[in-house]
Antibody, heavy 122, light 106 residues
Framework: EVQLVESGGVVVQPGGSLRLSCAASGFTFDDYPMHWVRQAPGKGLEWVSL????????YYGDSVKGRFTISRDNSKNSLYLQMNSLRTEDTALYYC???????????????WGQGTLVTVSS | SFEMSQPPSVPVSPGQTASITCSGDKLGNKYVSWYQQKTGQSPILVIY???KRPSGIPERFSGSNSGNTATLTINGTQTLDEADYYC?????????FGGGTKLTVL
């Protein structure tokens, strides 16, 4: 059974930093790209970042580019999101999400974690 | 950057057919996926690659994509289908979501 368990969400002040983690199990972790997707309270889904299975290629949404860094440790079946220069608009539930395809030109998601809540507030 | 738009809400009576649209420039040239999110829960995939259903998704869910519009259709809508629905596509290195549609079954 695929499981994705996020952690690290807390209350942080604007301008601060935070590192989210996601522990994955139930599949061959390094075979699959992984994503972070967030959802602000009462709002829709917003894609944050993508990392390839080997960790070499990374992609970011415009709103976080230059501030957030995605990484993975395949030896630990873990995904991370380093968040710097946090803003109030970064307040959201952050989901760790598994890509459905090992390779290919299309990206979509077959498993989602339960999310970890990040609140940016003074 | 590529954008997709959805109607904010769609009402439907139990047993009737619900259609949720997703619009974007030349969207028919991309693959579209659809996610269902019930209140307080994580999203689940209900349609991928325009019209494919993952295992475990009821046959009443179907999808299509042509021109500038993708459509999620729910035949014989049930009260348990009440949820937010999001379309999603991949465009030049970015994942794009539609704004979401609240399906109300009443």
């Amino acid at each position: 059974e695929v499981q994705l368990v996020e952690s690290g969400g807390v209350v942080v002040q604007p301008g601060g930093s935070l590192r989210l983690s996601c522990a994955a199990s139930g599949f061959t972790f390094d075979d699959y790209p992984m994503h972070w997707v967030r959802q602000a309270p009462g709002k829709g889904l917003e894609w944050v970042s993508l990392i390839s299975g080997d960790g070499v290629s990374t992609y970011y949404g415009d709103s976080v580019k230059g501030r957030f860094t995605i990484s993975r440790d395949n030896s630990k079946n873990s995904l991370y999101l380093q968040m710097n220069s946090l803003r109030t608009e970064d307040t959201a539930l952050y989901y760790c999400v598994k890509d459905a395809e090992r390779v290919g030109a299309n990206r979509f998601f077959d498993y989602w974690g339960q999310g970890t809540l990040v609140t940016v507030s003074s | 950057s590529f954008e997709m738009s959805q109607p904010p809400s769609v009402p439907v009576s139990p047993g009737q057919t619900a259609s949720i649209t997703c619009s974007g420039d030349k969207l028919g040239n991309k693959y579209v996926s659809w996610y269902q999110q019930k209140t307080g829960q994580s999203p689940i995939l209900v349609i991928y690659e325009d019209d494919k259903r993952p295992s475990g998704i009821p046959e009443r869910f179907s999808g299509s994509n042509s021109g500038n519009t993708a459509t999620l259709t729910i035949n014989g809508t049930q009260t348990l289908d009440e949820a937010d629905y999001y379309c999603q596509a991949w465009d030049r290195g970015s994942v794009v979501f539609g704004g979401g549609t609240k399906l109300t079954v009443l």
